[in-house]
């Protein structure tokens, strides 16, 4: 009788020491198609196979309890590991002569999903009036979301200085921000935004010493599930908060701003981190080719 796959993976398991990440790859073969024959695997089933794994998308381990599915998709990279990982188990079974030198493996030619693109998409000015309109009417009882997204577009500040600004750090006068502790250790200076200080104006409060983003307890506020809903509301389903960063460098870039400039603006120590947003300075370019080449 043809070797299980079962019998494969807890032998292939035993044999040796294994990287932590394989007996849970593993884990999902052995439910799927443990009980079948090794050849009589079929491409159409592992394909099967793969297709209910990205419908499951990502599950969270818990100690003692059934894995949590957490709705988060697959990537691409990742469901090619869990085929990858079948075809070397195949591998290893030729190489133990539990299959013939003639057999080819259901893996081979296999059209596996690639690693998902980079995303280059960037919030747009008027992609910033739709947020804010939206934020406008559906934060009812916070009130300074409107404000929040103004300031993060103009400044391209981390949420985690945004949520530790305070009123004696903003100079509504000047329409400047200090943030005197940066991710890079490096102090930086933003300047407002018109209607990010327009904003800023309207809102309540802005005693020195009070957080500008708290909360009803003068906390740090926590906006990640409002936001996720105006998002949402909006029509920009899945844009994380940090997308209003890169959407500052892009519109600077966008308007012939230099990589000096906008290195200096987002407090990048390197150009690299400023690099991604070159290919939107087409001004710039212009204006270098129409010098050299008039």
Not at 18 to 34: A, I, M, Q, S
Request: net charge positive; with cysteine; proline share 5%.
């Amino acid at each position: 009788m043809a070797t299980s796959l079962k019998t494969l993976i807890e032998g292939y398991l035993a044999a040796a020491e294994r990287p932590y990440d394989v007996p849970g790859r593993l884990e999902f073969w052995l439910n799927e198609l443990g009980d079948i024959p090794i050849t009589d695997i079929s491409a159409e089933a592992v394909d099967a196979a793969i297709v209910r794994l990205a419908e499951r998308g990502k599950v969270q381990p818990r100690r003692g309890k059934e894995p949590r599915v957490t709705g988060k998709p697959l990537s691409g990279t990742t469901l090619t590991r869990y085929v990858s990982q079948l075809a070397g188990l195949f591998k290893y079974a030729r190489k133990q002569r539990l299959v013939s030198r003639t057999w080819t493996p259901p893996t081979r030619n296999m059209d596996l999903p690639g690693p998902a693109p980079i995303k280059t998409t960037y919030f747009t000015a008027a992609d910033i009036e739709r947020l804010v309109k939206v934020a406008r009417m559906m934060d009812t009882r916070w009130k300074r979301m409107p404000a929040l997204i103004r300031v993060a577009f103009c400044t391209g500040l981390r949420a985690g200085n945004l949520k530790e600004l305070r009123w004696e750090h903003v100079d509504l006068d000047a329409g400047l921000i200090r943030v005197e502790r940066t991710k890079n250790g490096h102090p930086i200076v933003s300047v407002l935004s018109a209607a990010a200080k327009a904003e800023l104006v309207a809102l309540p409060g802005r005693k020195a010493g009070e957080l500008v983003f708290a909360n009803k307890s003068g906390q740090p506020f926590h906006w990640r599930k409002l936001w996720l809903t105006i998002t949402k509301e909006a029509g920009f389903e899945g844009y994380n908060f940090h997308l209003l960063r890169h959407s500052c460098g892009s519109a600077l870039a966008s308007a012939g701003v230099g990589q000096a400039a906008i290195m200096e603006a987002l407090n990048h120590r390197t150009l690299h981190a400023s690099r991604r947003y070159m290919h939107l300075n087409v001004s710039a370019r212009s204006e270098i080719v129409n010098r050299v080449f008039a």
